[in-house]
């Protein structure tokens, strides 16, 4: 297996990971965080150059890896929107709203659009946007109060290549409330 | 007078995260005072008098907390907790990413008082605003002095590192967060002994609710005294209460401890949605049990709400009407806890696991009266026979409704509607 781009790019990064650990064990969240950032997702030659890096054995990454829900395995979209599932959001629509996305997108959840572009997840875990519900996260930046209306709108700057940072300003929760 | 937030002050109309604005607030000057004024033991003093009770959920005074530590040379370290996974909760959130440099002064504080060599912030995976808020909020405390060697030329040093998580609920239980911080899966750990004593690699460790933290800078710039005149005499403080559900304005609202359930929802959460009833409330996240319209008039404080057969818990406040049927409810949270158990300890994983899937067949109306026995019966089971409290708290919501709600759970087995919803149109 071929070591990854990303241990010699990233080589400073890092460092510097490892540094702000007592123990070099603590790097292996960040790592992970790291090789996905860099590729999407997470290769078998990641799990391995992550194992030669902090000294551990290969299983243990994978281990690790497969307990965390935002780690990916497999190949995702460009640009991930995991619907939220959890109590609040599922009193408020998230089921017809899923429902709505699998047909606008034309994929099930869990699928990825044929050009790459949009991977579809619902998670079951809350995502703390209760007071935006039903809420979804686009790469993991919020959007609250997901109509269908706003659900087009969201679909629309992501295939103009938006940034999720700038979706969730325009479609993100207020922290204060209007009266 | 219209009570004054402490800890939300400012948030939605000043740019907090800016640290110069943060510091013309008044921000920094109770870290200040400690270094300056204040012997570590002071400022631990101070904590402990203003009886401030952890806000994460279990409502613990922090000041004890930090007593349990042993002082015996070896290195201690300040976890705080920032993996905000209670469903119904969403108060860290706005902390982190509205005002997030009063966490820092209260992570400063806390450390400086328990002696810390270093603290960490765990923050959940899908919080990446809120790591990349802290983070830069960290450069410029750094670039202040107010974080790093010799921190305002006192002698006191303090490295605070933030570590994201990737999305598991059970990292937010104390011990799953060290695991998960030591860089494995995030497995609870049997206590005793407890993190105090062996925490972060085996080291003495605190672990702190973001919420809590927040609290010390103000305690330790105004004492203990004010502290202690807001809210009730065993509950002082205010509270962020996260409201959600069949609310108008479901959001945050920080409230003295104390406030009663009426006044949450009728004043600040803006009453229920028009031709709505009241059903039930879960007044602190997806474990607690649920409280009835008899108990509107609740004080929402540390002990009252137990008195009353639930929990305050993290204080997300979520409310039922008429239209939500309880047994659809049960079923979302058993399948929350069912992906959420850790998987170590047989009870919680096959038993979050089969709830789930009962739940599922009584939801479409293929249960038997046998099942609904059988989940009567869980706690014997789920309860006190594994490391932690995941699974006990997986079905003290289940226990509460199938007890006030039993009728709707009869229903679904006769498979007939519930008087929420019919199964014939619900299951097309």
Partial sequence: MSTPAWVEKRKQDIEEIIGRYPQKRSAMMPLLHLAQEERGWIADEDVEAIAEILGVSKSLVESVCSFYSLFYRRPMGKYVITVCGNIACGLSGAAELTRYLEQRLGIKVGETTPDGLITLLVTGECIAACDGAPALQVNLEYCGNVTFERADEIIELIKKGEDPAAISDRFGIPPVKAL | ?428
């Fill in chain 2, 1 to 428: 007078m219209a009570f004054e937030p402490v800890l939300t002050k400012g948030i939605g109309e000043l740019d907090l995260v800016d640290i110069e604005v943060y510091e013309k607030q008044g921000g920094y000057q109770a870290l200040r005072k400690a270094l300056k004024q204040m012997t570590p033991e002071d400022v631990h003093a101070e904590v402990k008098k203003a009886n401030l009770r952890g806000r994460g959920g279990a409502g613990f005074p922090a000041g004890v907390k930090w007593g349990f530590l042993p002082d015996d040379g070896r290195p201690r370290y300040l976890c705080c907790n920032a993996d905000e996974s209670e469903p119904g909760t969403f108060n860290n959130k706005m902390l982190i990413e509205y005002n997030p440099h009063l966490l820092i002064e209260g992570i400063l504080l806390a450390a400086y008082a328990t002696k810390a060599a270093q603290s960490f912030i765990y923050i959940r995976g899908e919080f990446k605003r809120g790591y990349d808020v802290l983070v830069k909020a960290l450069a410029q405390a750094k670039a202040k002095g107010y974080v790093g060697d010799n921190i305002l030329g006192t002698g006191f040093s303090q490295e605070i590192t933030v570590h994201r998580g990737a999305g598991a609920y059970i990292c937010g239980e104390e011990t799953g967060l060290l695991s998960s911080l030591e860089g494995g899966r995030g497995e609870p750990r049997l206590k005793p002994p407890f993190p105090a004593v062996s925490g972060l690699y085996g080291m003495p460790t605190v672990v702190n609710n973001v919420e809590t933290l927040c609290n010390v800078p103000f305690i330790v710039d105004r004492g203990a005294d004010w502290f202690l005149s807001i809210g009730t005499e065993k509950s002082p403080g205010t509270k962020i209460f996260s409201v959600s559900g069949m609310v108008r304005r479901p959001g945050n609202y920080e409230l003295p401890l104390g406030v009663t359930l009426r006044e949450l929802l009728e004043e600040h959460a803006g009453g229920l949605l028009p031709g709505r009833t009241l059903k039930a409330v879960q007044p602190g996240g997806a474990s607690s049990p649920v409280l009835l319209p008899e108990h509107l008039d609740l004080p929402l404080d540390f002990d009252s709400v137990p008195a009353a057969g639930s929990i305050l818990g993290t204080a997300g406040v979520i409310v039922f009407d008429n239209t939500v049927c309880m047994v659809r409810t049960a079923l979302y949270y058993a399948e929350f806890f069912s992906h959420e158990s850790c998987g170590q300890c047989t009870p919680c994983r096959e038993g979050t696991a089969w709830t789930a899937r009962i739940l599922r067949r009584i939801e479409r109306g293929e249960g038997t009266m046998h099942d609904l026995e059988v989940l009567r019966s869980l706690k014997e089971k789920m309860s006190g026979t594994t490391i932690c409290l995941l699974s006990d708290f997986s079905i003290t919501f289940l226990q509460s409704v199938l007890t006030h709600f039993a009728d709707e759970f009869e229903a679904h087995v006769r498979g007939k509607a519930c008087g929420v919803h019919s199964l014939e149109v619900r299951s097309a």
